[in-house]
């Protein structure tokens, strides 16, 4: 399907529903329509609920406090300056600057660097409780425990007000979909799954998860303020907790992750409880409760999922997957003038490492690391298990890791800078285990490696994938090439690991940073990572410093070998030099490891000297 056809089928859904939307106040009565008009607005919060949780991976209890700063600032402007067309607009102002304002700080408190998931969700459950602690010391302003109400607002009909209501709700439901479904949504889909490695090729989560989190916010704000426009009374309750984790109810039940799974659960639970709520208040909590945890056990995936699949069952439409079915993506490579990569200024070190340490309390795990390594040149770096060779490699990679120091990367010393802007400054890590987005497509990995090269459409899924000759040449030795639509997870190891190499690649890097490339691969594919290895130094001119326990490996491809061992680097010298080293033998007999110098004579076990 072209991507053309595909946003028209969507806009034609989308105009069915505001379809629905219109005859709506015609088939249903006075009642429905009342509360559906509320339904509808807390769906569209339901529905950010779902982008942040379903999509990125926040769980959030406190999109209610957006919604009621919308209702809020329509209710005290309403009130406390009496309505008039000038001051709606104020009210929407207000309500939706003071949503962002709060999402801002919240953003920057629960998404900033080094925030865990589960910090996160804490923030977002204080929130509505602090919010409501505001709304209740605000005197006669906010009108305390009791809210405002009676003010005057807009001179509409109860249908006027459900078209509203209902027309947002189709809006942000498909500009929703179009971006979720676009390449720039696929992002939020790589944050949820592997945070880790999108920060290692460049991109800013911290700043993306803000961005979607301000949009939330807007969305809820306008909810808001078209609810306090319709009911004429806000109440902190808007603002509280109990909501909150209703939204979160709602969208675990429709279906996390789907859009229309958690509108519709919010439409039908809100419906239903004001139908219910009123006969049988406490067995109505009681049944949305069980129901909550019934469907968290049984349906993890929610309601809406479970109700698409038997009918498709029944008719036979779940198929097998082909193995590797028609890629929707065709690759090219990028010519030279289009590259990006990082240049090196001048004649100087692609890397320099000076004086660096790691400390982890009282364990000093590097001492004094000083080396410099050149494009061109391919550098091992061995020595026994826990020597510290991947906390080098980590320490080169993020700015944060060491604890003293300086790194210069094609001459710009990284600081203290994050991974992602050391990825800017031309490095690019293969992690020891095989670091891809496992329910994503290859082709829909390297995309994502592509991401901060060429910014993704918030609207589009683009058709053509431009890649460095560097990361084509490792697909097409591979054969990854033929298998673009196949999911990471069912790739092999081997698979996996050449696809991570490609999408580091993929970033254009100038210096390599590769931790055990060749762990678990079988022998054949040993030879051509080996091979590739060699073509990226001698023809691409990269800089690789490699991380390898495959001695003889290491042997036939290093320009140069690092031995590091305790934390200390005690050889660096050509292959030639580390294999004669007596100090080399004494290190690997000392660890009971065979050891790079295994052929050049039995290893004499002896202690390192200081
Ligand atoms: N976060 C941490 N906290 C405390 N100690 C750590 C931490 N990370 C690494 N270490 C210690 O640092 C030492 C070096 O670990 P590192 O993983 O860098 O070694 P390595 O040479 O890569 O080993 P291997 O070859 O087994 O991968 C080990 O003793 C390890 O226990």
Request: hydrophobic share 50%; proline share 4%.
């Amino acid at each position: 399907m072209t991507e053309a056809r595909r946003l028209s089928l969507i806009l034609a859904v989308a105009l069915l529903a505001l379809g629905a939307i219109f005859a709506g106040p015609y088939v249903l009565d006075t009642y429905s329509v009342n509360v559906l008009t509320r339904s509808l607005l807390y769906a569209a919060v339901a529905l950010t609920v779902d982008l942040l949780w379903g999509y990125l991976g926040i769980l959030t209890f406190g999109q209610s406090v957006f919604f009621a700063c919308g209702a809020y600032a329509a209710g005290l402007v309403f009130t406390h300056m009496d309505f008039s067309e000038g001051n709606a607009v104020l009210a929407l102002a207000l309500g939706v600057g003071g949503a962002l304002l709060v999402a801002a700080i919240v953003g920057w408190l629960a998404f900033w660097h080094g925030a865990s998931a589960l910090y996160a969700s804490v923030i977002t459950l204080v929130l509505p409780i602090v919010a409501t602690q505001l709304l209740y010391s605000g005197g006669t302003f906010t009108g305390s425990s009791s809210g405002l109400s009676g003010f005057m607002s807009f001179d509409l009909s109860m249908e006027a007000w459900f078209w509203l209501a209902g027309s947002f709700l189709v809006a942000v439901t498909t500009l929703a979909y179009i971006v979720v479904q676009s390449d720039a949504g696929r992002l939020l889909v790589a944050v949820r799954e592997n945070e880790q490695r999108c920060k290692y090729l460049g991109l800013d989560t911290s700043r993306l998860k803000i961005l979607v989190y301000l949009a939330c916010a807007v969305i809820g704000a306008i909810a808001g303020y078209i609810y306090a426009g319709y009911a004429m009374v806000v109440a902190p309750e808007l603002a509280g907790f109990v909501f909150g984790t209703e939204l979160v109810i709602w969208t675990a039940l429709g279906g996390r992750g789907t859009l229309l799974g958690p509108v519709f659960g919010a439409l039908i639970v809100d419906y239903e409880s004001a139908q219910l709520a009123g006969d049988y208040p406490f067995v109505w909590q009681l049944i949305i409760g069980t129901l909550f945890v019934l469907v968290i056990i049984a349906f993890p995936r929610g309601l809406l999922p479970v109700l698409f699949d038997i009918p498709r069952k029944a008719l036979g439409l779940v198929r097998k997957r082909p193995a590797a079915p028609p890629a929707s993506v065709t690759l090219s490579t990028l010519d030279a003038a289009e590259t990006q990569g990082e240049e090196v200024g001048d004649d100087g070190p692609a890397l320099a490492v000076h004086g660096v340490a790691r400390r982890f309390g009282s364990l000093n795990v590097l001492e004094a690391i000083d080396f410099e390594a050149r494009a061109g040149e391919l550098v091992s770096l061995v020595g026994p298990n826990g020597a510290g060779k991947t906390t080098l490699m980590r320490c080169i990679a993020d700015g944060a890791e060491r604890s003293a120091g300086t790194i210069v990367i094609n001459g710009h010393d990284i600081g203290r800078k994050p991974p992602e802007a050391c990825v800017a400054l031309g490095v690019g890590r293969k992690f020891q285990m095989a670091n891809v987005f496992e329910t994503l497509t290859v082709a829909q990995c390297l995309q994502i490696a592509r991401a901060r090269h060429a910014r993704p459409s918030l609207w589009r899924r683009a058709r053509e994938l431009p890649l460095p000759e560097a990361a084509m040449h490792v697909l097409a030795t591979t054969g990854l090439d033929r298998q673009l639509s196949t999911p990471a997870h069912l790739l092999s190891h081997g698979m996996k690991q050449a696809l991570e190499l490609s999408m580091v690649l993929a970033l254009e890097p100038r210096v390599l940073l590769l931790d055990e490339p060749t762990a678990g691969l079988t022998k054949t594919e040993r030879m051509q990572i080996g091979a590739i290895l060699i073509d990226l130094t001698k023809k691409q001119g990269l800089c690789v410093l490699l991380v390898e326990h495959d001695l003889d490996f290491v042997r036939e491809i290093s320009s140069r070998v690092i031995v590091l061992h305790q934390g200390r680097i005690v050889l660096d010298g050509s292959v030639e030099e580390v294999v004669a080293s007596e100090l080399v033998k004494q290190v690997y007999a000392g660890s009971g490891h065979a050891g790079i110098a295994h052929e050049s004579g039995p290893s004499t076990a002896q202690e390192m000297p200081a």
